[in-house]
């Protein structure tokens, strides 16, 4: 029997919350949390209730956090699921090979997530944590997902962003992304640099599972002087076959 439309309407909601205390970055008021989730101040209170009594939410003297029970599902996720589990020994591979950090990235929703990652004997200049979700418009491994989408999907996708400024100061127009994302699908992968942060390149392509859907997107990152012509056309080979024999291992969705 279906559930009752009021009760889905209220999974939703809380569904929204707990998107907004995934993506922040620090603990929010109530007020803030509610204006992020575009919900009533005292929808979001009852949600919280229920939140912070199952260990997804938390909170302290600044405010709401997600809670530890996230962690734990993120952590069932990490040893369960097959993509995650096979990941793992290929990215340790590609890494050796090619001297760069390797990752791996799924799409949830008009995002991405990392879900894994190996640093190279050079590890980056920053921390990027397992778990961190980011936006599709930026970087190589958004941009593959992108391409993958239709064109009303990729329109929803950007819909609240005015400009796609790159970390390097230029600035990418619509038309001109969906010129890329056209590039991308013909060649079978991406080539990105000072994209979302400036000085770092990734070349990145799809993970397609047994029956030619996308189930991921694989990819090297580095320092971007260390990615010139030649280096990139070895580095993109590298990248596609290590997609290819994780995409040949991940079972079809259906």
Do not use: W
């Amino acid at each position: 029997m279906a559930a009752p439309a009021g009760n889905m309407r209220s999974l939703d909601r809380a569904f929204d919350v707990l998107t907004v205390l995934q993506s922040a970055k620090q603990p929010l008021r109530l007020s803030e949390l509610a204006r992020l989730a575009d919900l009533h101040i005292a929808t979001v209170q009852r949600i919280l209730g229920v939140l912070l009594e199952r260990g997804f939410a938390a909170r302290s003297a600044d405010g709401y956090t997600a809670g530890p029970a996230a962690l734990a599902v993120a952590h069932a996720f990490m040893v369960t699921n097959p993509l995650s589990v096979l990941a793992q020994p290929i990215l340790q591979q590609l890494a050796a090979n090619t001297g760069f950090t390797a990752s791996i990235y799924v799409r949830v929703e008009y995002s991405r997530v990392l879900i894994a990652r190996v640093e190279s004997d050079h590890p980056l200049s920053y921390v990027l944590p397992v778990g961190e979700r980011l936006p599709l418009h930026l970087g190589g491994a958004g941009k593959t997902i992108l391409a993958e989408m239709d064109a009303a999907q990729v329109a929803d996708a950007v819909a609240g962003v005015a400009e796609i400024a790159h970390a390097d100061g230029s600035v990418l127009t619509k038309a001109d992304l969906r010129r890329q994302l056209e590039q991308i699908h013909r060649d079978g992968y991406a080539f990105s640099i000072s994209e979302r942060l400036f000085g770092i390149a990734s070349v990145t392509a799809p993970v397609r599972a047994q029956d030619g859907t996308l189930a991921a997107v694989l990819g090297v990152t580095g320092p971007a002087e260390s990615f010139d012509e030649d280096a990139r056309s070895k580095l993109v080979a590298e990248v596609r076959r290590a997609a290819a024999t994780l995409g040949a291992r991940v079972p079809s969705a259906h």
